[in-house]
């Protein structure tokens, strides 16, 4: 049963249908997940309960949705790799194309166009360098961790200790969607103007589904798959 004080970052966990709901009231369900629906709504100036009211609808039909939270740990990173990180590194080179010739071409009667440009470069590189690392160092220390609750070994943590690189991997979470609240901000929330090109019409198309696709990868992450390593790297290391 929905209640006000749940943390938006539970009840999105449980079932990503929810995460709809948060965003029709433009209340953050990635980054700042980690508080009741009741203070956020207040923050927003909603009545929570019509939030809920809404939550309870959205999830009372009996469509089948993925249990992420349900996953095990290494299953759940290999599929934001595969599925999210691939969608980024084949979406970028494309957009970046797209966004750099939008402003070239019509910044002078549209100026908002460079500014979504240049912060749309600023969000490949910085994704560039953050995927990266979680490949490198933190999904593969998590997936041995989760080995290790199946009967392995304890890993050794290069970093003394998960908190640490998921600190800063929550910090990039938070400049990559800043960028992009910005970048729907300066595009009116990607509606293109009366005298939009079919390029410039493409742009905004993609910048829309490019921060769909972000916020549902940063939940993955920041609400279910961080939580659930720290809390059993804490959990291994007591027994």
Known sequence: MLNREMTIRSVVADDYRAAAVFERHGIDFCCGGNRPIAEACRERGTDDRQVVAQLEAALASAQDQPRFAAWDLDFLATYIVNNHHAYVRQAVGPMQAHTRKVAEVHGDHHPEVREIAQRFDLVVADLTAHMAKEE????????????????????????????????????????????????????????????????????????????????????????????????????????
């Open 136 to 239: 490198r160092m933190l999904f593969p220390y998590i997936s041995r961790l989760s080995a290790a609750a199946r009967g392995g070994e304890l890993p050794v943590a290069p970093f003394g200790t998960i908190a640490n690189p998921i600190g800063m991997m929550e910090i990039e979470h938070k400049n990559a969607g800043d960028h992009l609240a910005a970048i729907r901000t300066l595009s009116a929330g990607f509606v293109p103007p009366s005298d939009a090109c079919t390029t410039f019409k493409v742009t905004y198309q993609e910048l829309q589904a490019f921060e769909a696709d972000l916020h549902r990868h940063v939940h993955l992450e920041n609400n279910i798959l961080f939580p659930r390593a720290l809390d059993l790297e804490r959990e291994l290391r007591e027994k």
